[in-house]
Nanobody, 121 residues
Framework: QVQLVESGGGLVQPGGSLRLSCAAS????????MGWYRQAPGKERELVAA???????NYATSVKGRFTLSRDNAKNTVYLQMNSLKPKDTAVYYC???????????????WGQGTQVTVSS
């Protein structure tokens, strides 16, 4: 079994910054894509940013230039640095990872429990 543990959410004023972390643990042979999604009240969950094992990144248009996603493969951890936060960034942020537990196994998708980010004055 694999667990994704998130940290770093909270309340911040507009224009402020937060850093989210997500650490994967458990039965892990390799991790392909890791990333963050978010879901605001009354809206569908959407991709915020994702990063491959080769450090290729993909960002939602709404966060490009403000958010930076990075990855520490040795720690199975991904970090989302969020700068210039706006009220519309308010949402529950979920970590996501595609994990292979064994050398010849399949990749399975896992989710974290979610962390609240609130941007408000």
């Amino acid at each position: 079994q694999v667990q994704l543990v998130e940290s770093g959410g909270g309340l911040v004023q507009p224009g402020g910054s937060l850093r989210l972390s997500c650490a994967a643990s458990g039965s892990i042979f390799s991790i392909n894509v890791m990333g963050w999604y978010r879901q605001a009240p009354g809206k569908e969950r959407e991709l915020v940013a994702a990063i491959t094992g080769g450090d290729s990144t993909n960002y939602a248009t709404s966060v490009k230039g403000r958010f930076t996603l990075s990855r520490d493969n040795a720690k199975n951890t991904v970090y989302l640095q969020m700068n210039s936060l706006k009220p519309k960034d308010t949402a529950v942020y979920y970590c996501n990872a595609d994990v292979r537990a064994y050398r010849y196994g399949y990749y399975n998708e896992y989710w974290g429990q979610g962390t609240q980010v609130t941007v408000s004055s």
